[in-house]
């Protein structure tokens, strides 16, 4: 068997696990699923196709190797490598954010993992004068937010981030309003951007869709 053939037969075994999602977006209300919950039985699999993936990062890629260990042929999936630049973590915090988001995302689109819940149930930003994202950021504003709740606001501030490097400000509005966070998550959300990014979001409500 080919290593395109046992990577072909893990993902329809993956496909096939009834996988608990232990992620609980409390905003939004969806459950989803953490590295942890499928990274397990993933290597399982792999071990018992003779197969074996390991992520490395420099500072422009990330990349997941996936080696048949019996014949040495290899499948690299690569994602380009971002950084995070949130406020008030230091270098090494915003390093080990990207990395742990790039891990999830290289394994999730080796297996063609596709998870409908996050897209289905987030609920849609409204286009009223009377939404708004509150913009109040505090240098201590993460310290009351549970741990759990800091990895999502990380990744969620991480989107917009570069969302707007990409020219998108007006989404990266819209994906924070449609999490519909509450008072303490804004202040904290916005904490983690910097002040080029913040104001870029600010001024896309202002412009005509």
């Known amino acids: 068997m080919s290593v395109y053939a046992k990577l072909m037969e893990a993902r329809i075994r993956v496909h096939g696990l ?121 240098a201590d504003s993460m310290d009351s937010i549970p741990d759990d709740q800091r990895v999502y606001l990380q990744e969620l501030a991480m989107e917009a981030i570069a969302l707007v490097a990409e020219g998108n400000p007006r989404v990266a509005y819209e994906r924070i309003l449609g999490e519909k966070l509450e008072s303490e998550q804004h202040t904290a959300l916005w904490s983690l951007l910097d002040s080029k990014t913040r104001a870029a979001i600010k001024l896309s409500k202002t412009v005509p869709i």
């Not at 890629?61 to 290899?74: C, M, N, P, R, V």
């Not at 290289?106 to 913009?135: F, G, N």
């Open 18 to 138: 009834k996988i608990v999602k232990s992620g609980f977006n409390k905003f939004a209300g969806y459950n989803y699923m953490e590295l942890s919950d499928f990274l397990t039985p993933v290597q399982q699999i792999f071990s018992e196709l003779g197969l074996c993936g390991v992520v490395s990062f420099t500072a422009d890629t990330a990349s997941l190797t996936i080696t048949d260990i019996e014949t040495d042929k290899q499948i690299v999936i690569t994602s380009p490598m971002g950084s995070a630049a949130l406020k008030g973590c230091h270098e090494v915090q915003n390093i080990g954010a990207v990395e742990t988001y790039q891990r999830r995302y290289l394994w999730v689109t080796a297996l063609e993992i596709v998870e409908h819940d996050a897209i289905e149930k987030t609920p849609t930003a409204r286009k009223s004068k009377t939404d708004k994202i509150q913009h109040s950021p505090t």
